[in-house]
């Protein structure tokens, strides 16, 4: 259901894009509005023009929360923040900073930018209603989008990370203490406890037969809740992966092979022997190629024998070789992005240090994620 988004406009160079949860939730907002709140609310205006109001009043909706995310995003970008895109899915939107925020002074004014947006808009249809005629459609829908962005602003306000009221939380905190990580670990263990909270008030509600509203706050808990957790668990990442270098997860022992070994030495006593998909081809201590599976699949069986590994590999050994010193962050966006299983540590002189391996790297991650450390 997420990820799945069709682009609808680009504002300041960000492409404002619609996932396509959001269109359920449009169709069971207009719905929930024309068949329960505005006749329940005001059930003089007549049964015509429900549909109308609710329709213009879930695109109002839509609106508030567009600007909501806009006004993050156009804070973010005065203060040379990149933003990509902007989502609108199930429960509101996400601006997507492409960036980490580097100072909490940043952070707490690109925050509470969204929470003012939905107050200023709440007191603007607030106005506006008191400008159209009492009781009419028009002054059913602002009353409403104004309410609604009262709640939007409220509910953001809510000091649980990854909620906007969380980050105002983390800033404050980061910038009396200095110390980030903590900060995010208080403000996303507030989240969770909140996101608990709405969960529990779920229950409740489906126990006193509110089905509907109380699917609702399950939902919108079990998101929070995950939120809350995934972006505690990217700071720790992040802090890890530019923390570590090279030199630090390799392994020293390198199963390399020699040039002059044949293709059914290379199949049978490594390729069998130890289920890597390539290996580094060795001179001495320099590197002078690689060898992988997709080349070997292109040679004929009866070759084996006859063909040394030396004569098909691959002399391209650039993109598998890095520094002692370059950061885990550069290793796996390098393996990422090539595709590849390992890479091999190299020092100055060309000779191999130690391996890499993607596999080794995220097993590390979890042992240090699971002892927090
Ligand atoms: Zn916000």
Not at 13 to 40: H, N, T
Not at 206 to 228: E, V
Not at 310 to 324: D, N, R
Not at 346 to 353: F, I, R
Request: net charge neutral; glycine share 8%; with cysteine.
């Amino acid at each position: 259901m997420f990820g799945r988004s069709i682009k609808i406009a680009t504002i300041f160079g960000i492409s404002i894009e619609i996932d396509f949860s959001w269109f359920v939730i449009f169709f069971l907002v207009a719905w929930s509005l024309s068949k329960g709140y505005f006749p329940y609310k005001y059930p003089e205006i007549g049964k015509q023009y429900y549909w109308t109001m609710g329709i213009i009043a879930s695109l109002l909706l839509f609106l508030s929360v567009l600007l909501h995310e806009l006004s993050h995003s156009y804070i973010a970008l005065r203060n040379n923040l990149p933003i990509s895109k902007i989502t609108l899915f199930i429960f509101g939107g996400v601006a997507n900073l492409a960036e980490e925020v580097k100072t909490p002074g940043v952070e707490f004014r690109v925050a509470i930018a969204g929470p003012i947006c939905s107050f200023v808009l709440m007191f603007l249809c607030h106005f506006l209603a008191g400008l159209a005629e009492p009781d009419s459609g028009v002054f059913a829908v602002l009353s409403y989008v104004s309410l609604i962005n009262g709640i939007l602003a409220i509910f953001n306000l809510i000091p649980g990370f990854p909620l906007d009221g969380g980050r105002l939380l983390r800033s404050a905190m980061w910038y009396f203490t200095g110390n980030y990580k903590g900060s995010t670990y208080l403000a996303s263990t507030i989240g969770k406890g909140f996101a608990f909270f709405l969960m529990a008030m779920g229950f409740f509600q489906i126990m006193s037969g509110n089905t509907f509203n109380g699917i609702w706050l399950i939902f919108i808990g079990y998101f929070l809740k995950g939120a809350a957790e995934s972006s505690y668990q990217q700071v720790v990442m992040k802090e890890i992966f530019t923390d570590l270098t090279a030199e630090k997860v390799m392994k020293r022992h390198v199963i390399s092979v020699t040039g002059g070994i044949s293709i059914r030495n290379l199949v049978d006593d490594y390729f069998l022997n130890y289920h890597y998909d390539s290996f580094p081809v060795v001179a001495g201590t320099r590197t002078i190629g690689i060898i992988n599976m997709p080349i070997i699949k292109h040679i004929p069986k009866e070759e084996w024998d006859t063909t040394t590994v030396q004569a098909v590999m691959t002399q391209e050994t650039e993109k598998y070789l890095v520094s002692p010193g370059d950061s885990v962050d550069d290793l796996l966006s390098r393996m990422v992005r090539g595709n590849l299983g390992w890479l091999l540590v190299v020092k100055d002189d060309q000779s191999v240090a130690g391996i890499v391996t993607r596999s080794d790297i995220m097993h590390l991650l979890k042992i240090k994620s699971d002892l927090n450390e």
